[in-house]
C-alpha cells in the first residue's frame, strides 16, 4: 500500500502500527487477556510477550506493504494508548476484491459504540480507498454483540460453518456473513 491510513474518529485516531510501537499493542492484550481469551485461540505465553508483539508487527507490517493485510488499530486521542483494533486479512484482489474481517475492543470501552464508529470509518476507506467489494466476517454463534454489530453495519448473514476455526481449545461452529461495497 502506498500511504499509511490515518482516519480520525470521535474518540482517537485509526492507524496502522509500525513494529516500534509494539508496546502499544502488548499492553492492549495484556490488559484484555481475559476479555479476550473466550473468542480467541489458545494463546501461548510467548503470545503474550514485548518480543513476540515485536515479531507479530514487523510480520503485519510486511503484509501490510504488499497489500494484502490491514491491520488497523485505534489509539486513543493522545495516541498513547490502543483501546480496538479491526484486522482486514487475505485480502484478494483480482476477480475477488475482497478480505476477512477480525476484530476486538478494550473491555473498558465495551457497549459503547466505539467498534461500530471505528468499523464504519473503516470499512468506509476500504470500499473507497482500497475499492475492495466485499468484506467477510464470521462470529461464534452465542457472540450476540458481534452479531448485533455486525447487523447494524449491515453484513449479511451467508452460512453456518461446522467446527469453522478453533477457538479458546476447542473446534467452533461460526456464522458467515458478509458486506458488499454498495458502489459496486
Known sequence: MDTMPTINISRGVITVLTPDQASLVYQYYL???????PWEPK?????????GWQ??????????????????VVLNQQK???IACCNFSNIVRGV???CH??????IRYQGMGLMHEALSCSISYLFE??????????????????????KKLGFQKEGYAKSYL????????HILTALVNPKH
Open 166 to 173: 478453533k477457538i479458546n481449545g476447542q473446534w467452533q461452529d
Open 101 to 106: 474481517l477480525g476484530y476486538s475492543v478494550d
Open 80 to 82: 498513547s494508548e490502543m
Open 96 to 98: 475477488f476484491q475482497a
Open 31 to 37: 490488559a484484555n487477556r481475559d476479555h479476550l481469551a
Open 129 to 150: 480507498q482500497l475499492d475492495l467489494h466485499r468484506i467477510m466476517a464470521n462470529y461464534l454463534p452465542n457472540n450476540l454483540r458481534s452479531e448485533a454489530l455486525l
Open 55 to 72: 515479531e507479530r508487527l514487523t510480520n503485519s507490517f510486511e503484509l501490510f506493504q504488499q497489500g494484502i493485510m490491514l491491520p488497523l
Open 43 to 51: 494463546r501461548d505465553v510467548a503470545f503474550h510477550s514485548l518480543s
